[in-house]
């Protein structure tokens, strides 16, 4: 071991990334699928990896699709218990971002056993068992490994009506753009990893990372919606710009719309310019195709959120229905621009102020 027995173990400090943060770069993960063959052999394959979306679809052939996702990720914070269930909720969300219900789950564990007690490891999976049962569905089965790093994630299936699932692309120019949780988890994620984020803060980063996205098998019943996703590792920006280039059209936010964490909280940390590695790494993939930045800007828009929330681009006569719907579940709803006709950027940004 490497720590004392007294001393508490801090999952944070095995691992050289956390949550989604430890991505692949998009540019990177561009330069890994270009090399490979596309998928359109396959006509049952509804959605598959080239259109960049949080899940495969599959058609059954009796009126029904088979959602397939699969995410993992190095701890995110110290608590196995909470490693465990952060991890199974970002996995979860992924068919929620596809509009349909999860069925069963099975877990992906890489763990040190030479330098961690297997016990940390029962803790994640009863984390990641809880959040399952939270959700209906049985965590059924898995696979693990001896690793240098900890790592888990939940292989997750779900159905969906073949002609009611939602993908990143079809959105139409002037469809508004919802966002249903506040920016910020990469930055306090960081925070934690260098020892600088306080217990409450901590408990904050872990309550908002639990938060799920079961809205979305509900979105299937408004007419309006014409795309969906999450945002997760490639940050807004990222995420944005991928539902952007599936629906061949651009997009116009308002930087002062988009909700933030408790800014008493993540002020301090931004004043300090605690960034992730992957911040950079996401804003060197997309600059290309963003309006210039300031760096605020750079630092919100490019941020690799974990479990984020969920991104919807609705036309404006189905924007109250959405509003009515997400408000009777619980859940935030923030416009924070609207889809346009394609430009000169992908995406643009402005400020009110």
Not at 60 to 74: Q, Y
Not at 316 to 345: P, Q, R
């Amino acid at each position: 071991m490497d720590q004392k027995s007294s001393d508490p173990i801090k999952l944070s400090a095995y691992s050289h990334g956390a949550g989604c943060g430890c991505k692949l770069s998009p540019a990177q993960l561009d330069e890994v699928l270009s090399k490979l063959e596309p998928t359109t052999a396959f006509p049952k394959l509804l959605v598959g990896s080239s259109s960049k979306d949080d899940a495969a679809v599959y058609d059954l052939g009796d009126g029904k699709a088979l959602i397939s996702t699969l995410d993992f990720f190095m701890p995110i914070v110290d608590d196995a218990f909470d490693f465990g269930r952060v991890a199974a909720t970002n996995a979860i969300n992924d068919v929620y971002a596809m509009g349909a219900s999860p069925i069963f789950a099975l877990a992906i564990l890489g763990w040190p056993v030479g330098k961690l007690p297997t016990s940390l490891a029962t803790e994640v999976i009863r984390g990641a068992q809880e959040v399952c049962k939270e959700h209906g569905i049985p965590l059924a089965g898995g696979h693990s490994i001896d690793n240098l790093e900890p790592l888990f994630g939940l292989s997750v299936n779900g159905l969906v009506a073949t002609t009611s699932f939602i993908s990143n692309g079809g959105s139409k120019p002037g469809d508004l753009l919802y966002l249903t949780k506040p920016i910020g988890t990469g930055i306090l994620a960081t925070a934690l990893k260098r020892g600088l984020a306080s217990p409450e803060h901590i408990a904050y980063l872990t309550n908002m990372m639990l938060q799920s996205n079961k809205v979305g098998a509900l979105l299937p019943q408004i007419h309006g919606i014409h795309a969906l996703t999450d945002v997760t590792g490639f940050g807004l920006a990222g995420h944005l710009i991928e539902l952007c280039e599936g629906s061949n059209l651009s997009a116009r936010i308002n930087f002062d719309d988009i909700p933030l964490m408790d800014l008493s909280i993540l002020k301090p940390y931004l004043d300090a310019f605690v960034i992730p590695d992957n911040t950079f790494r996401n804003f060197s993939s997309y600059s290309s195709k963003l309006s210039t930045l300031s760096g605020i800007q750079m630092q919100i828009l490019c941020d690799p959120q974990t479990s984020g929330g969920l991104l919807i681009a609705v036309s404006k006569e189905s924007a109250n229905h959405l509003e009515v719907l997400l408000k009777d579940n619980g859940v935030g709803a923030w416009v924070i621009g609207e889809m346009i006709e394609k430009s000169d950027k992908v995406l643009n940004v402005y400020s009110s102020f």
